[in-house]
């Protein structure tokens, strides 16, 4: 452990993801077990500026492990992308004896940490965002709980579709990232998968396979579309007048982001935000914790955030095969 590392910070920014909790609770833990004093900061960038900002003791993330959200909040600081502001922010942390900060969220976040760590203060990134979407590691917390909700949502919407023999068109979340409706598409069995990175737009191939698969026998037809794509329901409307079958769209939202984490969720989550006290208060700085080829790993923020991750091509083909 480094003695220059007295007092660290946690904060959740971006979108929330079920998991959080256990990783705030996991840094906590862990950095007093290593002698280290955790303040909390509340809303994540938006709280720093606001110095909202309080001492975290181990009673203090009692019983949260089982809770979706963030106990600490979360916020979208546009602001925080000003130089002058993040200086300010930094200069927040040294008031507050805070020599280093654990963020936990998605790559706009760790842009947020990178900055802070330019500003001298110590920084560590840990991926919590329900996309999936975070290059450097195959894992983020919050995507297996969210991606499970959406599942079973779109196994209900699968009885009613069937057995009154519409076409579902089903919009899960994933702004610039196809994860979850590439997964659900697999998992659910769905007949069209429709992701930001893949969709050509061409909106007859999905009408004629509607028509083959109608003339097959097929009772329902699911199309699983990524909030990136969007437009579902006119999509339905321009669907059922050119097939005549009765399509309606359903858009599943923010109950993806919600609900208790799954083991997985809270089992990475807890490993991760222990891994990111360890090198906080080893003394290092502008890192993100990990999850890659079977093991928990840390990097470079600027390396993270300069690498590409794509929708692995086999397992598309798969989604479109089976
Ligand atoms: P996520 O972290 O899930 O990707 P956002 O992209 O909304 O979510 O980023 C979360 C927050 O991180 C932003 O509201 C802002 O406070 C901060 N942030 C994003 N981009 C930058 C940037 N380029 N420089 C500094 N801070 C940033
Ligand atoms: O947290 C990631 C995410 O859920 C994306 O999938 C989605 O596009 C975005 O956040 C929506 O966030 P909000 O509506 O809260 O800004």
Known sequence: MSDQIKTIGVLTSGGDAP???AAIRAVVRKALS???SVKGIKRGYAGLLAEEIFE???RDVSDTIQRGGTILGTARCLEFKEEEVQAQA???CKKHGIDGIVVIGGDGSYRGAQALARHGI???GIPGTIDLDIACSDYTIGFDTAVNTAMQAIDKVRDTSSSHERCSIIEVMGRN?????????????????LLPETYDYNEQNIINNIIQNRKKGKKHHIIINAEGIGHSTSMARRIEAATGIETRATILGYMQRGGSPTCKDRYYASIMGAYAADILCEGKSNRVVAY??????DFDIEEALNMEKKIPEYQYLVSKTI
């Open 34 to 36: 290593n002698g280290v």
């Open 56 to 58: 975290m003791g181990r």
């Open 177 to 193: 990232a196809g994860y979850i409706a590439l997964w659900c598409g697999i998992a659910n069995g769905a007949e069209d998968i």
């Open 90 to 92: 930094a200069e927040i």
């Open 292 to 297: 890659r080829h079977g093991e928990f790993t």
């Open 19 to 21: 998991g959080m909790n």
């Open 122 to 124: 110590n920084t560590i």
